[in-house]
């Protein structure tokens, strides 16, 4: 679903993203780690054309994306992004955050869009809350909405950037575990996260970014348990 190939990034002179080469399977889970500042925001914010590349390539769906000549909003619909922080809507209520972009942007007709705002919010949780505003809710539920909210364009890539970082740890679980429900049915995933736990249980590849540079991918348990690099292994017990 995702191919890219020596994608680097600068912003003016700092060399951000190094000769990166990724890719992402359908139905994939991919979980990014590396220490703060190593470009793994900027990494899943090029995939999504929130920034632009230096140079590389980066295919979709089996497409080179050329920012020049497509529609870059219409390659955003398709892959949904979740951050750290949820920026609701505060004068909307939880429907009518979801309902939002799928009406005005993609013209979905109001009825359509209300009952699938209501299954999204009952997934994830909140089918009490659909008429509640975001400042009665708490950051686990908050997120949980921005979830439902980016669903509700019915993306075939979700990407996270730390969407529990900002929870307090008792809400962390509830955010972690709609997201392992979507990993469940399949959704394909690319998830930056310090959380271990997540990254074990659900990621099909886990992947060690250290200043600006790829340096090991594999299955979990390779990584955890066996890391070939020892900047990774020295990342490793730093955080767990
Ligand atoms: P991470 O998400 O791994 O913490 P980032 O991708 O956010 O890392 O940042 C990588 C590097 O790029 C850092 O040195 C950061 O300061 C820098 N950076 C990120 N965004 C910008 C920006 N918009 N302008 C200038 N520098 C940036
Ligand atoms: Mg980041």
């Known amino acids: 679903m995702i191919e890219v190939n020596k994608l680097n990034k600068y912003f003016g002179d700092l060399h951000v993203l190094k000769d990166i080469d990724f890719e992402v399977q359908e139905k994939e889970v991919v979980v990014l780690i590396g220490a703060s500042g190593s470009g793994k925001s900027t990494l899943l914010r090029c995939l999504n054309f929130l920034e632009m590349k230096n140079s590389g390539e980066i295919f979709l769906w089996g ?21 750290q922080h949820f920026n609701l809507f505060p004068h909307k209520t939880v429907l009518e955050n979801v309902i939002e972009a799928p009406t005005q942007v993609k013209k979905v007709a109001k009825s359509e869009a209300i009952n699938e705002g209501n299954e999204l919010l009952e997934k994830v949780g909140l089918g009490d809350k659909t008429d509640v505003y975001p400042s009665k809710l708490s950051g686990g539920q908050k997120q949980r909405v921005a979830i439902a909210r980016s669903l509700a364009m019915k993306p075939e890539i979700m990407l996270f950037d730390e969407p529990t970082s900002a929870l307090d740890p008792e809400l962390v679980g509830e955010v972690l575990q709609t997201m392992k429900d979507l990993a469940h049915e399949g959704m394909t995933m690319v998830v930056v996260t310090h959380e271990m736990g997540f990254a074990r249980e659900v990621a099909d ?11 090991e991918s594999g299955a979990p348990n390779d990584i955890f348990e066996n890391p070939r690099e020892e900047r990774t292994q020295a990342f490793l017990s730093s955080i767990l």
């Open 63 to 83: 497409d080179e994306v050329n920012p020049k000549k497509e529609n870059l909003n219409q390659v955003r619909q398709k892959i949904g992004m979740v951050f």
């Open 205 to 215: 590849r886990v992947v060690y970014m250290h200043d600006g540079k790829i340096v």
